[in-house]
């Protein structure tokens, strides 16, 4: 079955193809990074734009990289929610018209459940069942319990910033650029992690919510007492070592935290037969190794194949996709209308 999928959450345009779930024709990304690095951030009708620049070439180009025409496509997939609702309109209304007049089955996407996907794509052995998950983006940290194809359980979840956002935030203090995670490993390898002591915060006893507002504070704090006793009044005259120091700091904590949950998780679950790693602070080397150093050693662990899945890209969506259609192929129309969501809640999706 090939799926022709569509991704406009936030500031990347994104169109695929894939097979049967996991095997990638064409993935097609156009990354609005340089552009929204001029303000530090996504501005929602800066993206909104780019998006309506950006759809048709990116689809034509899919089509053309797989090698397929609309006679070869089964069913369009979408991204419905949650994200930028003027970024998620672009996609959404493009995917309608294309569903309405090639007469295609619509699929729509929960945001989050196509970053668990993303471990789907490329893979050749069988996933084993049960899951618990690991999904880290700039809006969003969850852990998830995933007993079957789209059975999920959400066992904890972000109460202010996510770790992403987080990151975004403190290169920003630090003025090292955006987007904040590839910016902070970077500097992270040239610093000392224990050079400074960041709080941990793992909330009440046994919860699985993630809370880093607090953490970020912290930086924030640093760098303002740095910046009085050096008398220093911008953050360019601040020295490399400092900053490299605290962005080992800092990533260390955040690894700390998000690493010590999904074990805490496990254990509450010891039937699960895999942990996966998702979103886009799945690309974090760091928080792959320390995961991979206290995870139990019969326990597989799994995390993108590409660095490429692990940000905003449509190939993941057609994966969540197909497996979704496959379990009620009937409920799928052509010609139905896609209205964009900001929800977040994964089991409402389903209602």
Not at 82 to 102: D, M, Q, R, W, Y
Not at 118 to 123: D, G, H, Q, Y
Not at 309 to 335: E, G, Q, R, S
Request: charged share 25%; net charge neutral; aromatic share 8%.
């Amino acid at each position: 079955m090939k799926i022709l999928s569509i991704e406009t959450s936030c500031d990347e345009t994104s169109c695929a193809i894939v097979v049967d779930g996991h095997k990638l024709l064409a993935n097609v990304i156009a990354s609005q990074i340089d552009l929204h690095a001029k303000t530090g951030g996504v501005v929602p009708e800066v993206a909104a734009r780019e998006h309506v620049l950006k759809i048709i070439p990116v689809l034509d180009e899919c089509l053309k990289i797989a090698g397929c025409w609309w006679d070869d496509i089964d069913a369009i997939a979408i991204t419905k929610g949650p994200g930028l609702v003027s970024s998620l309109i672009i996609g959404t209304e493009t995917a309608n018209v294309i569903s309405f007049v090639k007469n295609k089955p619509m699929i729509p996407v929960q945001h989050v459940i196509g970053h668990i996907y993303s471990n789907w794509l490329e893979i050749t052995d069988e996933i084993e069942f049960p899951i618990i998950i690991l999904t880290v983006s700039g809006g969003h940290n969850e852990l998830i319990l995933m007993n079957n194809h789209h059975d999920f359980e959400v066992l904890g979840e972000t109460r202010d910033d996510a770790a992403g956002e987080a990151f975004d935030k403190v290169a920003r203090i630090l003025g090292l650029g955006y987007p904040g995670g590839p910016v902070i490993s970077k500097a992270a390898v040239n610093g000392d992690k224990e050079a400074f002591k960041f709080p941990r915060s793992y909330l009440e006893k046994g919860s699985l919510d993630f809370s880093f507002s607090g953490l970020k504070t912290s930086v924030l704090n640093e760098v303002k007492a740095y910046g009085a006793k050096h008398k220093i009044s911008e953050v360019s005259e601040i020295p490399e070592k400092f900053k490299n120091d605290l962005a080992a700091s800092f990533q260390e904590a955040v690894v700390e935290v998000l690493s010590d949950k999904l074990i805490t998780a496990y254990k509450k679950y010891p039937k699960v037969r895999e942990l996966h790693l998702s979103g886009g602070v799945s690309a974090n080397t760091r928080l792959r190794e320390v995961i991979q150093a206290k995870m139990p050693k019969n326990v597989k662990f799994r995390h993108p194949q590409s660095m490429i899945f692990c940000t905003d890209n449509a190939a993941m969506i057609a994966a969540a996709a197909y497996h979704l259609y496959k379990l009620a192929p009937k409920k799928f129309k052509a010609k139905t209308n896609i209205t964009p969501t900001t929800s977040f809640e994964i089991e409402k999706f389903y209602a």
